[in-house]
């Protein structure tokens, strides 16, 4: 480039003095022809004569570049972060063979211009840290190259780290929750992520306390012995902390003015400083857990049977902590000891820790079905269709015990009259005791009146959002919003993942590492189903190539594009994990007996969002969106995604 430059000004200066000295000049915008007035007077043709042209003179810096008959300028960018996502700032990134370097942002993000067919090594630094890797090597380098990550790690450094985070029970993280460190440890405050980091002096031992007002923590507190090393995945779950005094979260329903009345309805217990419960009800149409699978439990009239949870998890209530417990065939869990009383007196309920979905003298050996199951995060029993003693009526309700202490009830056909619902701590009734209205006690959170899903059909109504994304954000209460806008790429490259070798009508289990979760209608798993036919589920796999309404809702899905797809005449479905999400992504894969191409991408973010983006779709049908398993609403009224 200089070259060509010295030959056109060569021609302009062919006379004067040799100057002793290099002159630079700028030419400013909008001046054309540039002012060559401000040179120095008498330049020759020894003189080396340099201008800049900044790059808003033409339309972007390629044309500048290639208007100048340079080599463009392409760009490797990509993200500093430590092993918990977060960015680290001021890393410098050295290229070797004359690239330059340049310096982490606040967020951990660099980018870097390298000419085109550059060749070299690119090496992270940064005092007191190392990297992995610990440098990356081009060849020839003819396109930008974006997602060039690495994660950074202090080394030696010289004092303990404790770190975490602190969210909600739908994966939100929480703000200004203060850790307090005892026995001289300090405190910290999370930030607006629910990040949490504090270093303590080594050999400290002590508790670390969560707090910040109207709020419980689940645990209240960890205990720490002797900290010689970095210990991170300090998690903590908040959740707003307000439970009536008075209640003792149990229901009698005991009289011809006074009968069941929570058919069609769940209720989450959340424990708050492990001595009480707040609830929240939701109205449903099916049990949130699908039985099916499960170990069935032989049950005869007023019987129970014993259950071992796998592994090391553990169920609790009331801050005590069980790896088994019993179920009743008379519609209660009890964890001590197993029961058979038929009898739901309130002295009965009281006696022992004790879950009472339907305390009722039921008869499994007359009819239905009773059945336990353990997913990743909860136990799950399931009462269907089973009849009172003496009684061909019905009844179906379950019970699920999540391991971070939470207890969730639900109904659907409830036939009997009477009963106990409820928990229990043991203690016997207490002297003040004054039933709960459950059904006008707890909040009723409404349906989710915006479904979020559309179906491509007929030939009217074909699939429309080929290059387009729509983001899925998480509220408070569990339900999405959504906006999309248009895209030329996909927003994660999928290179580097883990290829998921699936027929036609397959699916396959993908576990995240570590203690990475996803979530979905605040349900939370640290592992998911793939399926071949462009959707991922949760709770089961599933293999359904029929895009109907009735099986996108059957289960808690994401549909990317529910068609009957076959990865197994082509193209490629994969899997990758990243700091802050875990991506699957179909490339190229046909529909069952055609030979088009069909590429679109699903992020799971671990804070709850869904991200879902379409590069070439040529199917077109199938149906977009979110489910939460609860069956096709029935107000149900698709989403246009293309107009929001």
Same mark, same amino acid.
């Given at each position: ?417 009477? !009963?106990? $619902?409820?928990? @229990?701590?043991?203690? /016997?009734?207490? #002297?003040?005791?004054?039933? %709960?209205?459950?059904?006008?006690? *707890? ?78 209608? !605040?349900? $939370?798993?640290? @592992?998911?189903?793939? /399926?071949?036919? #462009?959707?991922?589920?949760? %709770?089961?796999?599933?293999?359904? *190539? ?78 977009? !969106? ?19």
């Amino acid at each position: 480039m200089k070259k060509t430059i010295f030959t056109s000004l060569s021609i302009l200066f062919l006379c004067g003095v040799a100057s002793p000295y290099d002159i630079e000049t700028s030419w400013i915008h909008g001046e054309n022809p540039p002012d060559f007035s401000r040179i120095h007077e008498n330049p020759t043709t020894a003189d080396l004569i340099y201008f800049t042209v900044p790059t808003d003179v033409f339309f972007n810096q390629w044309t500048t570049e290639r208007t100048l008959e340079d080599k463009p300028t392409l760009f490797i960018s990509g993200r500093v972060r430590n092993f918990i996502g977060i960015g680290i700032d001021g890393v410098r990134l050295t290229f070797s063979n004359g690239g330059g370097s340049t310096i982490t942002d606040s967020s951990g993000f660099y980018r870097k211009g390298v000419p085109d067919g550059w060749s070299g090594i690119a090496t992270p630094s940064k005092s007191g840290y190392g990297f992995l890797p610990s440098q990356r090597s081009y060849s020839y380098v003819n396109s930008n190259l974006p997602d060039q990550d690495y994660t950074g790690f202090e080394v030696n450094p010289s004092t303990p780290l404790i770190s975490g985070w602190i969210r909600n029970f739908i994966g939100m993280g929480i703000d200004g929750v203060r850790l307090t460190f005892s026995n001289g440890g300090g405190s910290t405050i999370t930030d607006s992520s629910g990040f949490y980091s504090k270093r303590v002096s080594d050999g400290w031992s002590g508790t670390a306390t969560p707090s910040k007002s109207g709020y419980g923590f689940l645990p209240s507190q960890r205990s720490y012995s002797y900290v010689n090393s970095d210990i991170p995945d300090q998690d903590y779950t908040g959740f707003v902390a307000a439970p009536p005094a008075d209640d003792y979260l149990t229901e009698y329903f005991s009289s011809e003015e006074d009968i069941f009345d929570l058919s069609n309805r769940s209720l989450m217990f959340t424990p708050i400083n492990n001595v009480s419960y707040s609830g929240i009800q939701r109205e449903i149409t099916k049990l949130p857990t699908d039985p099916a699978g499960g170990t069935e439990l032989s049950l005869g009239d007023d019987d129970c049977e014993f259950v071992q949870l796998y592994g090391q998890e553990k169920v609790s209530i009331f801050n005590s902590s069980f790896a088994s417990f019993y179920v009743g065939s008379n519609g209660y869990i009890t964890f001590t000891e197993g029961d058979t009383e038929h009898s739901e007196s309130l002295s009965n309920h009281f006696d022992s820790k004790r879950i009472s979905a339907l305390f009722e003298d039921l008869n499994p050996s007359g009819g239905g079905l009773v059945s336990w199951k353990e997913l990743a995060n909860r136990a799950v029993v399931t009462w269907e269709n089973i009849p009172e003693y003496g009684n061909g009526n019905s009844n179906t309700f379950q019970i699920e015990m999540f391991f971070d202490g939470r207890i969730q009830l639900s109904w659907l056909t409830i036939e009997a009259v009477n !009963g106990i $619902v409820g928990l @229990s701590n043991g203690l /016997g009734v207490p #002297g003040d005791f004054e039933e %709960t209205d459950i059904s006008e006690k *707890y909040p009723l959170l409404s349906p989710v009146r915006e479904n979020f899903t559309e179906q491509f059909s007929s030939e009217t109504d074909t699939f429309d959002l080929s290059n387009r994304t729509i983001m899925f954000e998480l509220t408070a209460d569990g339900t999405y919003t959504a906006n999309q806008k248009k895209i030329t790429q996909l927003p994660t490259n999928p290179a580097g993942g883990t290829e998921l070798e699936l027929g036609d009508d397959d699916y396959m289990l993908v576990k995240l590492d570590g203690h990475a979760t996803v979530s979905i209608f !605040g349900s $939370v798993f640290g @592992s998911f189903f793939v /399926g071949s036919n #462009g959707y991922i589920t949760f %709770t089961e796999g599933d293999d359904d *190539y029929s895009e109907s309404l009735s099986d996108h809702f059957s289960t808690r899905r994401i549909s990317g594009l529910f068609e009957d797809l076959n990865p197994s005449e082509g193209g490629l479905v994969n899997a990758k994990q990243l700091t802050d999400r875990a991506v699957v992504t179909w490339e190229n894969v046909p529909e069952y007996g055609s030979s088009n191409s069909n590429t679109f991408q699903i992020e799971m973010y671990f804070n709850g969002r869904i991200h879902i983006s379409w590069l070439m779709i040529e199917a077109e049908n199938g149906i977009v !969106g979110v489910s939460d398993g609860l069956g096709v609403p029935e107000d149900f009224a698709e989403v246009d995604f293309s107009e929001l």
